[in-house]
């Protein structure tokens, strides 16, 4: 058994502010020299690269559907070995999604620390609160958060509001020149925030003066041994794209590939004219629709990723790079924009929400969980492959293969099923 301090930072809906107190509060424990470990539930690749930029350290996925609890259990094990602090954001509002962030919170004896927006709000607080933690079966919600203030009175009213289970965590006010930017898939991509610790250090600093500021409880977390996995991807090199259009990675994913054997060589479709010598490709989702004018130029690495299908060698193409391997990407403007074209058919960017959910996809290699979430929507000649369906709502992902060419708007996690991702790439 090992112990360590831990928060599950939760909300009553997405758009309260979990992503920025969990950056923050990292940031502020990481400056007194705390070792930080966050986590993120649910499929997520935008959040977590801020988290991993401000607790120097690479934030995993942990969702009792998505990744499953034996996983959770000894990823956060592992954490609470070497960490201080492990910090879990939770997805969407508390109850939302099935497993929700409370049962994973009541499963994994996590303490949740609740944020709510409260501008709209005064006396409400405290009935929103409650609500919270006494809904259903209730979740374990030790504190609450009043965000977006707009003075210390408005707080004070929040404060008296509470009922008598739940602290006061303290508020902070609403910050515009704290705010993260986002678009259309959420946050923006770490990397493109040039003053990324610069806002976070403002709300670290407003933190700093909470009753959020203090380590939380220790939580027990049974010390469990990683998974090994038979080295079936041995001796084989897998080319993996990494770039501001292709950075949607679980580094799970890249550490499953790593326990199966195989060496990993990072290339840039945008930036590099030839593949890694590989036995194999993956192209991970991101935003091709953002940088399709660079794609559409780079045609030597297009004839190197055709020579690779060519010759029988896998590719796995995930969202973003799937559309990337479409003959034709269509922006928000209407442009065309050509593509690598490894497969027949045409992607259209839209403002309307296309796909989102948990899907499974029964491949012949074997059942890989994931996720979809996208605004672009696909017209393929091609007959599905198989369909990916979704675990909790009607509908799912087609899945096409060209070859070895496998792609689909899925996001797979392939600690769900490592032999079938070695099968896939080996």
Known sequence: MVSCPAWLVAAPASGHGKTTIVAALARLHTRLGRRVRVFKCGPDFLDPQIH??????????????????????????????????????????????????????????????LVIDASAMAGSFGA??????????????????????????????????????????????????????????????????????????????????????????????????????????AGKT??????????????????????????????SPLADTLLPVCDAVWLPGGYPELHADVIAANGAMRSALQAHVAAGKPLVAECGGMMACCETLYDLDGRAHSMFALMPGVTRMQKRLAGLGLIAAALPEGRLTGHTFHYSTLECPLAPFLQAEKLAAPGGEAIYRVGRLTASYAHFYFPSNPAAVARLFG
């Not at 930029?53 to 034996?70: F, K, M, Q, T, Y």
């Not at 080319?239 to 990072?266: H, K, S, T």
């Open 128 to 233: 929103v609160v409650w609500g919270m933690k006494h809904y259903r079966a209730g979740a374990p919600i030790a504190l609450a958060l009043a965000n977006h203030v707009a003075t210390p009175f408005h707080a004070e009213l929040c404060q008296q509001s509470l009922p008598e289970d739940v602290a006061w965590a303290g508020s902070l006010p609403r910050d515009g020149a704290a705010a993260l930017p986002e678009r259309h898939l959420g946050l923006n991509p770490a990397a493109e925030i040039t003053d990324l610790v610069t806002r976070l250090d403002r709300l670290a600093d407003a933190l700093a003066q909470t009753p959020a500021a203090k380590l939380p409880p220790a939580v027990d977390f049974a010390a469990r041994p990683a998974p090994t996995f038979p080295p079936l991807l």
């Open 238 to 267: 897998i080319a993996v794209a990494r770039d501001a259009a292709f950075c949607f990675i679980y580094p799970a994913n890249l550490e499953c590939l790593a326990a199966l054997g195989a060496r990993i060589e990072f290339f």
């Open 52 to 113: 991993a930029l401000v607790s120097g350290a690479p934030c995993e996925n942990i969702d009792l559907a998505l990744c499953g609890e034996d996983d959770a259990r000894w990823r956060l094990a592992r954490a609470a070995e070497q960490a201080d602090l492990i910090l879990v954001e939770g997805v969407m509002g508390l109850y939302d999604s099935q497993p929700s962030g409370a049962e994973l919170a009541t499963r994994l004896g996590l303490p949740i620390l």
